[in-house]
């Protein structure tokens, strides 16, 4: 879940989902090519748009009208995509539980690209989520090769921002991985459901990857599914899009944690999701002229009326098999890891009609998600977790200011949060601009805010929740009213104002966080290992 450079949150580190008049294409830095989500690497997204065909990532635009009172990284497109937002958004807008988690590995200061992250948790936090942060200690210790001391005052940093804008802690909790012990136990558990195979093909691990390293990829799952211990909740983990391969793994790790599968059917026989398709046409097309639709007549009809392709032929295989035995639609409750005491439980608890085989349960009088409901209820009751699938928000990646990619490495093309406020002046008024190379030009052409790191900050940071100055600037720029010195100063003495107030705040937390129960002063001995 870690975050490279302006990318170190640990998840639990063009024209898409916005308005052109606010956002900006904030990943299309020189040199990035096409999409490699590596999450301890430097990854960049020349074209966000391939990774809602390449990986499945969905368009935050055709979830945002049902998140109440979205966040201005919502509105402007800042946040792009999402993995199963909306269980979270309805458990928001009904005043359910929910829940939002993400971690920092502590490699260096806290920048502004971090404080995206910071605002996400803040706003669920705000919105009625349980609010969880981390420092990914061991993560930063295996995989990045810091000391133990480098780790300590660096978490330190990011909490204290962290606090200064707005998390509260009295109502969240912080802890760090090497600390929390319930999340130690349950990445032992979740590592019984995690094969070597599986780390060769999302990460690239290979003989020469340390144990700890794979360790350490196991306790982010553990972190992503932690805020579920007590009871299974819609969970979000706000990340940069580099760390969606640990989303999917967490996914999938939760999912075979659970003692029973539930899905839809139509006969005996198990099928997958588009031969399900085929079943259904047939079903609804055949129930209307008789009360029972047999498999051979559903056969018949799908090799008459559909046209063939591999799903088609291989339903009618299996409807042929069956024979006269009737087609009806059910809910099915396959067998994961249950224990005899909480199959037999589930059998007791289903409603109305329902048959028993030796590995499934089907029910003829539910529906699905009363099925689903029915099951982590039975699960939870006999000692299992009842995960539901942590969804995740994602993020643009902040442009460095010198253009090309926001490195921790390179002081120039970040705005620490502990930068002296004259510091972050300095560094806005020396940045690279989307400007073209006259003055003349720009009142012509205007300016090519897209590409333009200082238009980012309005965008992400210096235009707060205020929509209409974001957008004025923007309008300014491409119409060719505002010219780069006077759009950078102004920029500059926001950044000025920003970091001032921001330490602050900073230096009012350090009692409050001295006061919480997070040991920032680690007694770990070893030397860093680290895959360079």
Same mark, same amino acid.
């Given at each position: 879940?870690?975050?490279?450079?302006?990318?170190?949150?640990?998840?639990?580190?063009?024209?898409?989902?916005?308005?052109?008049?606010?956002?900006?294409?904030?990943?299309?830095?020189?040199?990035?090519?096409?999409?490699?989500?590596?999450?301890?690497?430097?990854?960049?997204?020349?074209?966000?748009?391939?990774?809602?065909?390449?990986?499945?990532?969905?368009?935050?635009?055709?979830?945002?009208?049902?998140?109440?009172?979205?966040?201005?990284?919502?509105?402007?497109?800042?946040?792009?995509?999402?993995?199963?937002?909306?269980?979270?958004?309805?458990?928001?807008?009904?005043?359910?539980?929910?829940?939002?988690?993400?971690?920092?590995?502590?490699?260096?200061?806290?920048?502004?690209?971090?404080?995206?992250?910071?605002?996400?948790?803040?706003?669920?936090?705000?919105?009625?989520?349980?609010?969880?942060?981390?420092?990914?200690?061991?993560?930063?210790?295996?995989?990045?090769?810091?000391?133990?001391?480098?780790?300590?005052?660096?978490?330190?940093?990011?909490?204290?921002?962290?606090?200064?804008?707005?998390?509260?802690?009295?109502?969240?909790?912080?802890?760090?991985?090497?600390?929390?012990?319930?999340?130690?136990?349950l990445a032992f558990e979740l590592g019984s459901n995690a094969r070597f195979a599986e780390f060769e093909g999302i990460y690239g691990f290979d003989g020469e990857t340390s144990v700890s390293h794979m360790q350490s990829v196991v306790t982010q799952?553990?972190?992503?599914?932690?805020?579920?211990?007590?009871?299974?909740?819609?969970?979000?983990?706000?990340?940069?899009?580099?760390?969606?391969?640990?989303?999917?793994?967490?996914?999938?790790?939760?999912?075979?944690?659970?003692?029973?599968?539930?899905?839809?059917?139509?006969?005996?026989?198990?099928?997958? $999701?588009?031969?399900?398709?085929?079943?259904?046409?047939?079903?609804?097309?055949?129930?209307?002229?008789?009360?029972?639709?047999?498999?051979?007549?559903a056969a018949d009809w799908l090799d008459r009326e559909m046209a063939p392709d591999a799903a088609r032929d291989a339903a009618i295989d299996k409807l042929r098999a069956a024979g006269k035995e009737p087609l009806r639609p059910r809910v099915r409750?396959?067998?994961?890891?249950?224990?005899?005491?909480?199959?037999?439980?589930?059998?007791?608890?289903?409603?109305?009609?329902?048959?028993?085989?030796?590995?499934?349960?089907?029910?003829?009088?539910?529906?699905?998600?009363?099925?689903?409901?029915?099951?982590?209820?039975?699960?939870?009751?006999?000692?299992?977790?009842?995960?539901?699938?942590?969804?995740?928000?994602?993020?643009?990646?902040?442009?460095?200011?010198?253009?090309?990619?926001?490195?921790?490495?390179?002081?120039?093309?970040?705005?620490?949060?502990?930068?002296?406020?004259?510091?972050?002046?300095?560094?806005?008024?020396?940045?690279?601009?989307?400007?073209?190379?006259?003055?003349?030009?720009?009142?012509?052409?205007?300016?090519?805010?897209?590409?333009?790191?200082?238009?980012?900050?309005?965008?992400?940071?210096?235009?707060?929740?205020?929509?209409?100055?974001? $957008?004025?600037?923007?309008?300014?720029?491409?119409?060719?009213?505002?010219?780069?010195?006077?759009?950078?100063?102004?920029?500059?003495?926001?950044?000025?104002?920003?970091?001032?107030?921001?330490?602050?705040?900073?230096?009012?937390?350090?009692?409050?966080?001295?006061?919480?129960?997070?040991?920032?002063?680690?007694?770990?001995?070893?030397?860093?290992?680290?895959?360079?």
């Open positions: 879940m870690t975050r490279d450079d302006s990318r170190d949150a640990n998840p639990a580190s063009d024209d898409d989902s916005s308005d052109s008049t606010t956002v900006t294409d904030g990943g299309s830095a020189a040199g990035a090519d096409d999409v490699a989500l590596d999450p301890w690497g430097s990854s960049t997204v020349s074209d966000y748009r391939k990774l809602f065909e390449e990986f499945g990532i969905e368009s935050f635009d055709e979830v945002i009208d049902e998140v109440p009172n979205p966040h201005y990284l919502m509105r402007r497109g800042v946040i792009f995509g999402h993995r199963d937002y909306r269980p979270v958004a309805e458990a928001l807008r009904e005043g359910e539980d929910a829940a939002v988690l993400s971690g920092f590995m502590p490699t260096g200061d806290p920048h502004i690209g971090h404080k995206l992250v910071f605002d996400e948790i803040i706003w669920h936090q705000q919105a009625g989520a349980d609010a969880y942060a981390l420092i990914a200690d061991l993560e930063a210790h295996s995989a990045r090769g810091l000391s133990w001391d480098e780790i300590d005052e660096h978490a330190r940093d990011y909490l204290l921002s962290l606090l200064a804008l707005g998390f509260d802690p009295e109502d969240g909790e912080l802890y760090r991985q090497s600390t929390n012990r319930e999340v130690q136990d799952m553990a972190d992503i599914l932690y805020p579920q211990l007590e009871e299974p909740k819609p969970t979000v983990i706000p990340v940069g899009p580099d760390q969606d391969p640990h989303m999917r793994l967490a996914r999938d790790v939760a999912a075979r944690m659970r003692s029973f599968k539930v899905t839809e059917a139509y006969a005996s026989f198990e099928a997958d $999701a588009e031969e399900r398709d085929h079943l259904a046409a047939a079903y609804a097309a055949l129930s209307d002229d008789t009360d029972t639709v047999r498999c051979e007549d409750f396959l067998d994961r890891n249950a224990t005899d005491e909480a199959f037999d439980a589930l059998i007791e608890s289903i409603p109305g009609e329902k048959r028993r085989y030796d590995e499934h349960i089907d029910a003829f009088d539910m529906d699905r998600t009363e099925a689903e409901e029915l099951a982590r209820d039975v699960e939870v009751d006999h000692g299992g977790y009842g995960f539901l699938p942590p969804s995740s928000i994602y993020h643009r990646f902040m442009t460095g200011l010198t253009g090309g990619k926001m490195s921790s490495s390179v002081p120039a093309s970040h705005i620490s949060l502990l930068d002296d406020p004259e510091d972050g002046y300095d560094k806005v008024k020396s940045a690279t601009t989307g400007g073209r190379e006259t003055a003349e030009k720009q009142r012509e052409l205007g300016g090519e805010a897209d590409e333009c790191p200082v238009y980012e900050l309005y965008a992400y940071l210096l235009s707060g929740d205020d929509d209409e100055f974001a $957008a004025e600037v923007y309008e300014e720029c491409v119409g060719g009213e505002r010219l780069c010195g006077g759009c950078k100063e102004q920029a500059a003495e926001l950044m000025q104002e920003f970091l001032e107030e921001h330490q602050e705040k900073r230096a009012e937390m350090v009692a409050v966080l001295d006061d919480l129960d997070i040991d920032l002063d680690s007694d770990r001995q070893g030397v860093p290992g680290g895959e360079h």
